[in-house]
């Protein structure tokens, strides 16, 4: 029995062309004895964006959750995304779904045992990825705060706060701002310690 295959294809300015792509991986469909079965191109389009943001790679990711295909067929692996942890993650979603993953230039069939293997070493690598990147974070962070540095954005004033601060600015009491504000004296105090210390 034939495989049904979808090729997606994808140029990240308008002035490229998915043509050649789509004939290459035709040609390859055709020797494989697969048949193409739906054409999916993104044009113009940046492989940064999200699912979100490119409407064919969306649809082509819902037609392999439907099975409408048995194989997916990209020129390159940069077509699909642009980081190893996002193709290791949709890879996963559509061989859980039963559809494979043919990336003409690097050479990855995942219909074979090699390029099953080849997937697999594929994920090891984008958890090390994540691992190293998620150590330079923490010691990034860690750095930083050795160097006294304030971490997270900087504290927005609630309207509380805004309201005591122009009253007493206005010659409010205390008392008074508590009372029409319907908070307590501690908490007007509060609020005007911190401000004058910040």
Known sequence: MSRRVAIYTRVSTDGQTVDNQTMELRS???RHGWVVVEVFSDNGISGTKGREGRPAFD???KGAIRRDFDVIMAWSVDRLGRSLQHLVTFLGEIHSKGVDLYLHQQGIDTTTPAGKAMFQMCG???EFERTMIQ???KAGLARAKAQGRVLGRPKV?????LAVLTARAKGTGKRKIS???GIGVSTVNRILLEASTS
């Open 28 to 30: 390859v469909a055709e």
């Open 59 to 61: 649809a082509l990711c």
């Open 179 to 181: 009372k029409e504000l």
């Open 135 to 137: 150590e330079r974070v």
């Open 124 to 126: 090891v690598f984008a």
């Open 157 to 161: 004033k609630s309207d509380v706060e």
